[in-house]
């Protein structure tokens, strides 16, 4: 017989050839036997499985179901093995990545493959990686977050010492931000002031364009006024038109005046909204209402 003379790969094939002219469960069993001396464990399990199928009752039963389960686990035991040596090529690969970006001063895409290498091998200390990538990149949130995840994995990991040292370096950081924040809002107030006056003299500068421009308007009215009273005095047709004319001239003379007025408060309102400043805002416009005229006086300090 071949296994006799070591050849246990083609002694299990005729062992097969035997049960299927002679269907005798003896046969399964002693195929099992002679692949799994040819090393063929996953045939040996398929045979021994249908061995105790065909005869769940025979004599080498419980052999059979022992020889089975110690395959089986050998089994998974080697394809773990294989897998987390792929896992590890795998990170070894992200790890190699994020060395080159991490030298480039690529400091988010680093810590991206410090991650991905993490996922592929569940090595604990590509987080401690990460974590110090990020810390180099200025995302200290990030980074403090990191390092407490690194020390609930592994709080007693080679990095662990150095992972709470930096987490206490990051809180520190936290809580000179915060006293810095609460300093920057308490002085907002007197920023607030400044903007206040800066608001104040742009106020002005509008309002002197506006009360400018309003005056050259009414410049302009008296001029039409003042050209329709010269039109009545070129008519001379009686002293009605005579009267008329020095009505309309008289007209024209107190909208000049007061525009004028308008055009001079502007000019002032305007260079005021220039030099504005916090001791200088009082500014008031008084009507001038005369006989002869009409305009508005200035009163206020400059």
């Known amino acids: 017989m071949h296994a006799r003379a070591g050849d246990f790969e083609l ?13 005798r469960a003896q046969y399964l069993v002693e195929a099992a036997r002679a692949f799994e001396k040819a090393g063929d464990s996953v045939q040996a399990v398929i045979l021994y499985t249908r061995y105790l199928e065909s005869d769940p009752g025979g004599a080498a039963v419980q052999e059979a179901r022992a020889h089975r389960a110690r395959l089986q686990a050998e089994l998974i035991a080697e394809r773990e093995l294989a897998l987390r040596g792929a896992r590890a090529h ?19 895409e680093a810590a991206a493959q410090f991650e991905l290498a993490y996922q592929a091998s569940l090595d604990v200390e590509y987080l401690f990686l990460e974590a110090e990538v990020l810390l180099r990149g200025r995302q200290h949130a990030d980074a403090r977050a990191l390092y407490a995840r690194y020390l609930r994995e592994a709080p007693e990991g080679v990095h662990a010492e150095r992972a709470r040292s930096r987490q206490g370096e990051l809180a520190s950081l936290e ?39 309003l005056g050259l308007l009414t410049l302009g009215v008296s001029a039409g006024l003042y050209l ?58 008084v009507p001038a209402i005369g006989p002869e005229s009409a305009g508005l006086g200035l009163w206020g300090r400059f």
């Not at 795998?90 to 988010?108: C, N």
């Not at 024209?252 to 030099?275: C, H, P, R, T």
Request: hydrophobic letters at 40%; charged letters at 25%; glycine letters at 14%.
């Open 228 to 285: 329709r009273a010269s039109s009545l005095e070129d008519a001379g047709q009686g002293t009605s038109s005579a009267a008329n004319a020095r009505d309309a001239r008289r007209h024209a003379y107190g909208v000049a005046g007061a525009g004028g007025a308008l055009v001079l408060v502007g000019v002032v309102l305007y260079v005021k909204g220039e030099s504005a400043s916090d001791d200088d805002r009082g500014v008031t416009l």
């Open 11 to 23: 002694a299990g094939q005729e062992f097969l050839q035997a049960f299927q002219e002679d269907a």
């Open 175 to 213: 809580r000179r931000a915060q006293q810095d924040a609460e300093r920057a809002r308490q002085s907002a107030p007197a920023a607030d002031a400044v903007d206040e006056s800066a608001d104040h003299g742009a106020g002005l500068r509008r309002w002197g364009m506006v009360t400018g421009g």
């Open 90 to 108: 795998e990170a070894d690969s992200y790890a190699g990545a994020a060395i080159v970006l991490r030298t480039e001063g690529k400091f988010a």
